[in-house]
């Protein structure tokens, strides 16, 4: 019969796994994800630009970096949506063609209709 010793050690090895273990959240915030489209803001609103300015770009493209797990792309989305439906004035057209015009790809189209459970 195995004894105490052998049962505490195997429970302390269990809890250790389970605090040791990666967690499926998203590592990625709303506010980073606000922060990196401050820029955008003008050409979202519609200022007559034909192209975002060169800061917003580099803030889709560090977002595009940040998001690297299904998990932080999906958080991402999530955050993007929210994002245009609280904020008044933005050109959702726009909004959905960003990535495209600051050459960035990411695997979802930007739009209040993407279901970000969906995204890769």
């Known amino acids: 019969m195995a004894s105490p010793r052998w049962f505490a050690a195997v429970a302390v090895c269990v809890v250790l796994a389970a605090a040791l273990a ?5 590592a990625i915030s ?3 994800v606000s922060g990196a489209l401050v820029p955008c803001l003008s050409y979202l609103k ?4 034909t192209l975002p ?5 580099s803030g889709v493209q560090k977002l595009n970096n940040l998001a690297q797990t ?8 999530n ?5 245009a439906k609280s904020v008044s004035g933005i050109n959702l057209n726009a909004a959905s063609g960003l990535p495209g015009k600051c050459r960035v ?3 979802y189209k930007i739009s209040l209709s993407t279901n970000c459970a969906n995204v890769k």
């Open 79 to 83: 955050c993007l949506k929210t994002i």
């Open 105 to 107: 790809n990411i695997p």
């Open 53 to 57: 300015p060169a800061n917003c770009c």
């Open 70 to 77: 299904t998990t932080d792309r999906q958080a991402a989305c």
């Open 30 to 32: 709303c506010g980073q």
């Open 46 to 49: 519609g200022t007559g630009a």
């Open 22 to 26: 990666p967690r499926a959240e998203a």
